[in-house]
């Protein structure tokens, strides 16, 4: 389990105090911070107050958190860790679909990509499983073998078959 070290909640405290910043980030910060001590529940719980504007434009893609999208893919993260796999493929099924609310910031669409995956997988529905497992590596099939997430997908997707 990930941890959060006093560094780190020392920054997160500071982004949360700061005047001018976007109220966006906070629920996400918040529910990753739940999600590092094990409380998915607590986190799903934290996504909630925002949840209506989920698909809004915040604000510009300089300001560094543009899209809506994190939300989302935050409550799949905590329903995937609550064992709520179904629930999760939905909210990571959102991500993807929405793609062009977020579309200058690929990264939470991939982790999006690899997650369904796994939700599907963890909710025994193989088949599904092996057409997101595909779909993902056939996305990245150029990209460098040495990637983490390439190799730990490509492992899971071995271990399908």
Do not use: C, H
Request: net charge positive.
């Amino acid at each position: 389990m990930p941890t959060t070290s006093p560094r780190s909640l020392t920054a997160i405290a500071q982004l949360l105090k700061s005047p001018g910043s976007t109220p966006s980030p906070v629920p996400v910060v918040r529910a990753q911070l739940a999600l590092n001590r094990g409380e998915p529940v607590k986190a799903l719980e934290v996504l909630v107050p925002g949840s209506e504007y989920e698909l809004g434009w915040t604000g510009a893609a300089s300001a560094g958190f543009a899209g809506s999208l994190y939300p989302i893919y935050m409550r799949g993260q905590a329903f995937l860790a609550d064992n709520q796999a179904a629930k999760a493929a939905a909210e990571f099924q959102s991500v993807i679909a929405n793609i062009g609310v977020l579309s200058n910031e690929p990264t939470v669409v991939a982790l999006a990509r690899i997650n369904i995956a796994r939700a599907y997988k963890k909710a025994g529905n193989v088949a599904q499983a092996r057409e997101a497992y595909e779909t993902f590596l056939n996305l990245w099939k150029t990209a460098d073998r040495e990637v983490p997430l390439y190799k730990q997908a490509v492992a899971e997707f071995a271990g399908l078959r």
